[in-house]
């Protein structure tokens, strides 16, 4: 039974797939204090939030059990996602659910702060009737200035030309071209800053773009510019934002995040010429039961064993790939765990090499299911697909990922390499229609090996009577021989045999192998 936590509000119909699950059981505790929240996350295998809850370094060390944080939403900037990765947690999230609410969100706080509507509604409330003191501005043919043309800038963009504003562009990965496409200007920040009477930033919150719109930007500001936060408090320095509105610089702003949340205390909130609410961007009906649906079923796809749609500290197989590497899958970590059982010494290289149709696609989910198997021999069941470079990287393991033409015939071969400061070891895998995974290499050898269950890898010299002699001694420890497979270089040289057996073979026997005539090495290995 997988033990599922939430530790901020998600919407009950979003969350149906969890909640009706036979395999989940689902906590939900919003707004737990501190010590609480250590005390469940021990006891959960995923943890989904929204934006409230803090994952930190120590609730992830917490999290003994945890293999994936959900991330209801956009922003993960509240999740420690190099903690995550360290204790092999994958984190998620659902980047496309609250986009329209968020945009739409954008523009009715870029028109309550055109026309003051909050201000007035206030006045009036308080039994004035002043018309003069709200007079606002129109937003056709004014500018409106997007820094960051990703899902939501996009959206605010259309609205805006909607409204027959010009919208000029930044984005450090918007070409002229991709701008021209999408019907705006492309600008540098600078351009944007200079040109606009609306700015609105559509960042994540990064080192990049923290305090991005400083005293600096709004010295660069038209007079009497406008600016909007629906993304992140701390994208725009909120003490710069403070004296630019109290010396007019800027005219007005409208604030759906703060640097710090909740912002009670804010003095910004006390500005006439703000317009402010509590982090509502994404608070749709809608856009709630879509982040939900998301998180829920990538949460329990990855509790089931399957792979993240939407990771966002490992990269992602792309839909379109899936079909076609998935079947590599278990052939890479077969390979992985074949060499890594039977290679001595420290381990210093992980190289592997694809060939034939696996040279169409990017390999790299394949070379991080190699590297997970083989860390795991050497560092224990805590290495995952998440955390296996980092743990690598680490150790000063260097991780090589090639391409090469040499297929030895074979339509698809995935070639694993492994160096250590005593030997270098190699085995080679294909996929054959239907059949599954077969080893096709080892050592230079060739052989035809379904690297499943026991098995004992022996080298030894190419003499009459070395297979009968091994044959021999198993019989005498009743194991039994399922099949074998003999690869040499030339007769009289060097050799291998791979046998399947039908069950583990001990220290004892393998000493006693060992000690065979004929025998250099025997090495049992369990995938
Ligand atoms: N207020 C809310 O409730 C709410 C809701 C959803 C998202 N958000 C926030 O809005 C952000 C954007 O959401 P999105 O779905 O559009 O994300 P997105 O990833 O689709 O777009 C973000 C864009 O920012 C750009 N960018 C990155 N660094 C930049 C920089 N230094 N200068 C300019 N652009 C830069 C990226 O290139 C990307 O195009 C999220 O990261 C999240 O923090 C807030
Ligand atoms: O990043 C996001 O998706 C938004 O900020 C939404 O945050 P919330 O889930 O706390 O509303």
Redesign the pocket.
């Known amino acids: 039974m997988h033990r599922v936590l939430i530790s901020?509000p998600l919407s009950e119909d979003g969350i149906k797939p969890l909640l009706e699950a036979a395999d989940t059981e689902v906590i939900q505790k919003p707004s737990m204090e501190k010590e609480e929240l250590l005390e469940e996350v021990a006891k959960a295998d995923a943890l989904i939030v929204?934006?409230?809850t803090q994952v930190t370094k120590e609730v992830l060390e917490h999290g003994v059990n945890l293999k994936i944080v959900g991330?209801?939403?956009?922003?993960v900037d509240n999740i420690d996602l190099d903690a995550a990765t360290d204790n092999g947690v994958v984190v998620v999230n659902?980047p496309d659910g609250?986009t329209i609410s968020?945009a739409e969100h954008t523009m009715a706080m870029l028109m309550s702060m055109a026309r003051n509507i909050p201000q007035a509604y206030h006045s009036l409330q308080q039994g004035n009737w002043d018309r003069k003191k709200y007079v606002g501005v129109e937003l056709k043919n004014k500018t409106l200035g997007v820094v960051g043309f990703g899902r939501i800038g996009r959206v605010v963009t259309r609205r805006a030309k909607g409204h027959r504003m010009n919208v000029i562009a930044y984005d450090p990965f918007l070409t002229r071209e991709k701008a021209e496409k999408a019907g705006v200007e492309h600008g540098t920040l600078d351009e944007v800053l200079a040109l606009a009477d609306f700015i609105t930033v559509h960042t994540p919150l990064i080192a990049a773009t923290h305090h991005l719109i400083n005293k600096d930007a709004f010295a660069k500001m038209k007079n009497g510019a406008r600016i909007l936060n629906c993304a992140?408090g701390g994208i725009i320095e909120e003490e710069a934002l403070y004296e630019a509105l109290q010396s007019g610089k800027i005219a007005g702003a409208a604030l759906d995040?703060f640097e710090e949340e909740p912002a009670i205390n804010n003095k910004l909130l006390e500005l006439p010429q703000v317009v402010s609410v509590p982090?509502?961007?994404?608070?749709t009906v809608e856009a709630q039961e879509n982040?939900a649906v998301d998180v829920s079923n990538d949460v329990m796809e990855v509790l089931r064993g399957g792979n993240a749609k939407q990771p966002v500290n490992i990269p992602s197989i792309p839909e379109e790939m899936q079909d076609k590497l998935t079947p590599y899958i278990t052939l890479s970590e077969k390979l992985g765990a074949f060499l890594g059982s039977i290679v001595r010494g420290g381990l210093n290289n992980i190289n592997v090499y694809y060939s034939g149709e696996l040279t169409d696609v990017d390999p790299t989910p394949l070379t991080r299911k190699v590297v997970k198997s083989v860390l795991q021999l050497f560092v224990g069941n805590r290495v995952n697909d998440v955390n296996s470079y980092k743990i690598a990287k680490d150790k000063g393991i260097e991780i090589n990922e090639q391409k090469t033409t040499s297929t030895k015939g074979f339509t698809n071969l995935l070639t694993v390499e492994l160096e250590t400061d005593e030997e270098t070891r190699s085995i080679a895998g294909t996929l054959l229609n239907g059949l599954g995974a077969r080893v096709v290499r080892l050592d230079g050898y060739s052989v035809d090996v379904i690297p499943e269950g026991h098995l004992i890898s022996i080298h030894h010299k190419d003499q009459p009577g070395a297979i009968g002699r091994v044959g021999s001694l198993l019989a005498e420890h009743d194991v039994n021989i399922a099949t074998m497979q003999v690869g040499r270089t030339d007769i009289g040289g060097a050799a291998i045999m791979i046998l399947t057996i039908d069950k583990e073979v001990g220290p004892e026997c393998q000493e006693h192998l060992a000690h065979v005539e004929d025998i250099n090495r025997v090495q049992y290995l369990k995938l």
């Open positions: 901020d929204r934006s409230q991330r209801a939403g956009v922003g659902a609250n968020t992140r995040v982090h509502l961007g994404a608070s982040v």
